[in-house]
């Protein structure tokens, strides 16, 4: 798991359950294909919210 670099972050915004875009920056990589997880952490609930499961965004 490692966090978006800076300048891709504009691909990792997307409107979380509450209605509100968040940043979902933190990814997991699988391959074969360019494929990710996208989630951020929500650390007062002490859980990690999933927004996108599939190829790499922006690309």
């Known amino acids: 798991m490692t966090p978006e670099?800076?300048?891709?972050?504009?691909?990792?915004?997307?409107?979380?359950?509450?209605g509100v875009v968040q940043l979902f920056e933190w990814h997991g990589r699988f391959p074969p294909i360019p494929g990710r997880v996208y989630f951020r952490l929500v650390?007062?609930?002490?859980?990690a919210t999933v927004a996108d499961i599939g190829s790499k965004l922006g690309i």
């Not at 891709?8 to 359950?17: A, P, V």
């Not at 650390?43 to 859980?47: A, C, F, L, S, Y």
Request: a neutral charge; glycine letters at 0%; charged letters at 55%.
């Open 5 to 18: 670099s800076a300048s891709r972050r504009r691909y990792c915004e997307f409107e979380d359950f509450d």
């Open 43 to 47: 650390p007062e609930q002490r859980k």
